[in-house]
T-cell receptor
Framework: GAGVSQSPSNKVTEKGKDVELRCDPI?????LYWYRQSLGQGLEFLIY????????KSGLPSDRFSAERTGGSVSTLTIQRTQQEDSAVYLC??????????????FGPGTRLTVL | KNQVEQSPQSLIILEGKNCTLQ??????????LRWYKQDTGRGPVSLTI?????NTKSNGRYTATLDADTKQSSLHITASQLSDSASYIC????????????FGTGTRLQVTL
């Protein structure tokens, strides 16, 4: 597709379960970002990939959160042993370049995660 | 600490009216500033980008201004339409950082009949 896609669009899970969120960036975009948006809050940076490596993981809130990117394309955000405070919309974005005027980030529609 | 503050937090206007949203930032060293529009249930979409040397840029009925000296930006919406109802997010990029943009918490705009 032409844009960033994410799946699933909605995920309801029970506390303590693991979840995997998927992001398909725009083809050719080397930079990929994961954000979390809680109700009424701004976007919270989680992790940034350049190619398959993650030079900045500083936003991951705990060791229950991890992410990987393979083939310089698809990325998966995994949350282990989910907690109710993990409930939020998880947004993925990609950009052609991480710096300069080409650093416009194109966002996916997000995955709404609800932890019961 | 890099920060972006937006005002007002929310705004309700009648269709056809104009409005101006404000953004103040303390990000340094400054690279560029973008305004994003986020419709409910969707990801943000970039409206405008401004660099240090630019002080105004238009995209249809949206006009962004930038005062790099006072570190302020505004987004002016002319002749508002119902479809303008959304959150508008100011995002500032620091030139030394490849990864971290600083996001404002947004202004939620509602356009009514």
């Amino acid at each position: 597709g032409a844009g960033v896609s994410q799946s699933p669009s909605n995920k309801v899970t029970e506390k303590g379960k693991d979840v995997e969120l998927r992001c398909d960036p725009i083809s050719g975009h080397t930079a990929l970002y994961w954000y979390r948006q809680s109700l009424g809050q701004g976007l919270e940076f989680l992790i940034y990939f350049q190619g398959n490596s993650a030079p900045d993981k500083s936003g991951l809130p705990s060791d229950r959160f991890s992410a990987e990117r393979t083939g310089g394309s698809v990325s998966t955000l995994t949350i282990q042993r989910t907690q109710q405070e993990d409930s939020a919309v998880y947004l993925c974005a990609s950009s052609l370049n991480p710096r300069g005027l080409d650093n416009e980030q194109f966002f996916g529609p997000g995955t709404r995660l609800t932890v019961l | 600490k890099n920060q972006v503050e937006q005002s007002p937090q929310s705004l309700i206007i009648l269709e056809g009216k104009n409005c101006t949203l404000q953004c103040n930032y303390t990000v340094s060293p400054f690279s560029n500033l973008r305004w994003y529009k986020q419709d409910t249930g969707r990801g943000p979409v970039s409206l405008t980008i401004m660099t240090f040397s630019e002080n105004t840029k238009s995209n249809g009925r949206y006009t962004a201004t930038l005062d790099a000296d006072t570190k302020q930006s505004s987004l002016h919406i002319t002749a508002s339409q119902l479809s303008d109802s959304a959150s508008y997010i100011c995002v500032v990029s620091a030139s030394h950082s490849a990864s971290k943009l600083t996001f404002g918490t947004g202004t939620r705009l509602q356009v009514t009949l």
